[in-house]
């Protein structure tokens, strides 16, 4: 008896490494652990998401669609998992962007995005202070639903004029008289 119970057990450890072996490794790309997380993008590039054990870090790696690393994104998280600060890397490991997530004192919402360029210090002559080259703000309504981002680019570049040829289509005063008329020439 002993003997048979031995060959059932070899054959059943032989069929399940015969059953294992036709996976390959890009489908083993696909099994998630607690720890890892994979995203297919439809372009076909992909994102790999590896958190740290302790929830501190988590790192986000951007594949081109041939397998190419394009970027890697380092966030240090708080102990919410909410990102208090991220670097941002091209694909050969060159820091190209640091951000500073910012966040509502009572509520906790996140409020502010501020990006700064790591190659290129960028210094507020009235405070000597860093200035970002990009912020995104956002905004809740009364049900605490978070707005698209409101950006704000900071980098010097040309005028409203100079790119689009026109003055802007802003108002520049009230089109309406104290009377409820409409101003004369006004478009």
């Given at each position: 008896m002993n003997l048979l119970a031995t060959l059932k057990n070899l054959w059943i450890a032989i069929a399940l490494l015969l059953l294992a072996a036709p996976c390959r490794a890009s489908d083993m790309e696909d099994v998630e652990g607690p720890n890892?997380?994979?995203?297919?993008?439809?372009?076909?590039?992909?994102?790999?998401?590896?958190?740290?054990?302790?929830?501190?870090?988590?790192?986000?790696?951007?594949?081109?669609?041939?397998?190419?690393?394009?970027?890697?994104?380092?966030?240090?998280?708080?102990?919410?998992?909410?990102?208090?600060?991220?670097?941002?890397?091209?694909?050969?490991n060159e820091e190209l962007f640091k951000v500073s997530y910012g966040y509502h004192r009572v509520t906790g919402l996140l409020v502010e995005e501020l990006m700064f360029d790591s190659r290129v210090k960028r210094i507020n002559p009235n405070t000597g202070k860093e200035m970002p080259v990009q912020k995104l703000v956002y905004i809740y309504d009364a049900e605490g639903k978070r707005s698209a981002p409101i950006a704000y680019n900071l980098l010097p570049g040309k005028t409203f004029e100079q790119v689009f040829g026109i003055k802007s289509s802003a108002l520049e005063s009230n089109p309406f008289k104290e009377d409820g008329s409409i101003k004369s020439g006004a478009h």
């Amino acid at each position: 008896m002993n003997l048979l119970a031995t060959l059932k057990n070899l054959w059943i450890a032989i069929a399940l490494l015969l059953l294992a072996a036709p996976c390959r490794a890009s489908d083993m790309e696909d099994v998630e652990g607690p720890n890892v997380r994979f995203m297919r993008h439809e372009d076909g590039s992909k994102s790999v998401f590896i958190r740290s054990p302790d929830n501190k870090t988590l790192t986000k790696k951007t594949f081109s669609p041939n397998g190419v690393l394009t970027m890697l994104t380092t966030y240090k998280m708080d102990a919410n998992g909410n990102p208090l600060g991220c670097k941002i890397r091209d694909g050969l490991n060159e820091e190209l962007f640091k951000v500073s997530y910012g966040y509502h004192r009572v509520t906790g919402l996140l409020v502010e995005e501020l990006m700064f360029d790591s190659r290129v210090k960028r210094i507020n002559p009235n405070t000597g202070k860093e200035m970002p080259v990009q912020k995104l703000v956002y905004i809740y309504d009364a049900e605490g639903k978070r707005s698209a981002p409101i950006a704000y680019n900071l980098l010097p570049g040309k005028t409203f004029e100079q790119v689009f040829g026109i003055k802007s289509s802003a108002l520049e005063s009230n089109p309406f008289k104290e009377d409820g008329s409409i101003k004369s020439g006004a478009h």
